[in-house]
């Protein structure tokens, strides 16, 4: 795959993932669970897609792998929801470590900054 086709692959799943994740959100919101279940599919895996692109990039990787993190939490805390199953609590796995990716982004971010001084 060339570098030019990458980059606009990039940018179509950036832009792709946020109206995936706002009709997966309103489909829980409005109790679709069936479609609330199949946009859910699409939307972890394009989020993934995302972090997988920027990986070789420290300024987008950490924060696409965070997004990443917090849809399949939210994904596992919707279906756990919609079909009253045990494992709804388990979501808090996936949301902090996407809360510590990012601090880390942050960190990594700080120090930069303080080199630059």
């Not at 086709?5 to 959100?25: A, C, G, N, Q, V």
């Not at 919707?78 to 470590?97: C, G, H, Q, R, T």
Request: one cysteine or more.
């Amino acid at each position: 795959m060339k570098a030019a086709d990458l980059l606009k692959s990039r940018y179509f799943f950036e832009t792709i993932h946020i109206p995936l994740w706002l009709i997966k959100d309103i489909c829980w919101l409005l109790e679709y669970r069936t479609t609330g279940v199949i946009i859910a599919i699409p939307t972890v895996l394009v989020a993934i897609q995302v972090a997988w692109i920027t990986r070789k990039e420290q300024d987008h990787f950490l924060p696409n792998l965070s997004i990443a993190l917090w849809i399949m939490a939210n994904a596992n805390w919707m279906v756990a929801e919609f079909y009253d199953l045990p494992y709804k609590p388990y979501s808090i796995y996936p949301f902090l470590l996407g809360v510590l990716v990012f601090v880390i982004f942050l960190f990594i971010k700080l120090i930069d900054n303080r080199k630059l001084r």
